[in-house]
């Protein structure tokens, strides 16, 4: 049996984890197999690539309240403490340097990344949540190449 992803074979790529368009581009799929009713929920959900509950529920809510109630919903939670304008502003401060923000050494750290945030906005952020966030803005983390303390430059040079 050859498995599917998303209705595709296996041999087109197939994301691990989708963005909310795309997973409201699938419910949207559903729509016209769950109105035509030829496929079992177990049919449609081996052809969408989802599990048969999530068939089931968004059989429900079309029921409920028709395709409207497929599309994606606006992700709710806490607004970041930073506006768009601001977060380009701090990573134009990491691409300027450590140094350059008065730290003895060019190592960026989480911690350092929090004072600067804290000195430049006001603004606290626990150092373990700022990696998502970094992240998300593209500034993925280094690590510095270690070189010895008994390295002869003039060895290497040769």
Same mark, same amino acid.
């Given at each position: 049996?050859?498995?599917?992803?998303?209705?595709?074979?296996?041999?087109?790529?197939?994301?691990?984890?989708?963005?909310?368009?795309?997973?409201?581009?699938?419910?949207?799929?559903?729509?016209?197999?769950?109105?035509?009713?030829?496929?079992?929920?177990?049919?449609?959900?081996?052809?969408?690539?989802?599990?048969?509950?999530?068939?089931?529920?968004?059989?429900?809510?079309?029921?409920?309240?028709?395709?409207?109630?497929?599309?994606?919903?606006?992700?709710?939670?806490?607004? *970041?403490?930073?506006?768009?304008? @601001?977060?380009?502003? +701090?990573? &134009?401060?990491? /691409? $300027?340097?450590?140094?350059?923000?008065?730290?003895?050494?060019?190592?960026?750290?989480?911690?350092?990344?929090?004072?600067?945030?804290?000195?430049?906005?006001?603004?606290?952020?626990?150092?373990?949540?700022?990696?998502?966030?970094?992240? *998300?803005?593209?500034?993925?983390? @280094?690590?510095?190449? +270690?070189? &010895?303390?008994? /390295? $002869?430059?003039?060895?290497?040079?040769?």
């Amino acid at each position: 049996m050859t498995s599917a992803c998303f209705g595709y074979p296996v041999l087109m790529w197939c994301p691990k984890q989708l963005t909310a368009e795309q997973m409201a581009e699938r419910r949207l799929a559903a729509v016209p197999l769950l109105q035509e009713s030829t496929l079992s929920q177990s049919e449609i959900a081996r052809t969408l690539g989802v599990s048969r509950q999530s068939v089931c529920r968004w059989a429900r809510q079309l029921d409920a309240s028709g395709k409207p109630g497929l599309a994606p919903r606006r992700h709710t939670g806490r607004p *970041s403490y930073l506006s768009a304008e @601001q977060w380009q502003m +701090v990573l &134009a401060t990491l /691409r $300027n340097g450590a140094q350059a923000a008065g730290f003895p050494t060019e190592r960026w750290t989480l911690s350092r990344i929090a004072q600067v945030i804290e000195k430049q906005f006001g603004v606290h952020y626990n150092a373990n949540y700022l990696s998502v966030r970094l992240h *998300s803005l593209g500034w993925s983390v @280094q690590v510095p190449d +270690v070189t &010895a303390r008994e /390295r $002869n430059e003039e060895l290497v040079q040769a």
